[in-house]
């Protein structure tokens, strides 16, 4: 079993519309959790990171569930420039290393 | 605001030639990470460093070695390219592990 799994999709969505998607991750002791970006050929950057309360930034907002071991994220009214590879990127419990999942693909379209 | 800067943005090589990859940061960040990128497989980590002067493995260090001289500066170099070694190479910095890392542009590197 991979450490970090995700859906790759595509997740189809009309603009607009709300997309969600998660990702599991296998260590029970990972200690912190993030959603980066990747456009198309580009470097991945932070989205957000992800507290055990949940947290929401202007549409997008995140969940940690350590019960059940995945991380969510919700996109609200999706904008055409939504679209993009969202990587869950967590922490284990050694500390020094971030071990990221194979990306999920959103596309938005008109 | 240069972040983090990796140099070349591409190149091709022969199988088994050697070149070496910089990685610069301005941030004044102790830890740094050099990453591959291959379709469906995420990023996977070669190497990182903690600190001026330190390196360790990641992943799939075989086949790459890495420098950390300086405290701005890591350097990956393949001794002899193989063609299982074309790939997307990101370089990645932090200030300490709690924090997210900062990614350069990234390095495509084809092996013939």
């Known amino acids: 079993r991979k450490e970090v799994e995700q859906d790759p999709g595509p997740f189809n969505v009309p603009e607009g519309a709300t997309v969600a998607f998660n990702c599991t991750y296998s260590n029970s002791a990972s200690q912190s959790f993030f959603w980066y970006r990747q456009d198309c050929r580009k470097e991945p950057k932070l989205l957000m990171s992800v507290y055990s309360s949940g947290n929401e930034d202007g549409r997008f907002t995140a969940q940690l569930n350590r019960a059940s071991q995945y991380i969510s994220l919700l996109i609200r009214d999706s904008k055409l420039s939504d679209s993009a590879t969202y990587l869950c990127?967590?922490?284990?419990?050694?500390?020094?290393?971030?071990?990221f999942g194979g990306g999920t693909r959103v596309l938005v379209k008109p | 605001n240069a972040g983090v800067t990796q140099t070349p943005k591409f190149r091709v090589l022969k199988t088994g030639q050697s070149m070496t990859l910089l990685c610069a940061q301005d941030?004044?960040?102790?830890?740094m990470y050099w990453y591959r990128q291959d379709p469906g497989m995420g990023l996977r980590l070669i190497h990182y460093s903690v600190g001026e002067g330190t390196t360790a493995k990641g992943e799939v260090p075989d086949g790459y070695n890495v420098s950390r001289l300086k405290k701005q500066n890591f350097l990956l170099g393949l001794e002899s390219a193989a063609p299982s070694q074309t790939s997307v190479y990101f370089c990645a910095s932090t200030r300490d592990f709690n924090q997210p890392q900062h990614f350069g542009d990234g390095t495509r590197l084809s092996i013939l």
């Open positions: 941030m004044n960040h102790e830890y």
């Open positions: 990127v967590v922490r284990g419990a050694a500390g020094n290393k971030l071990t």
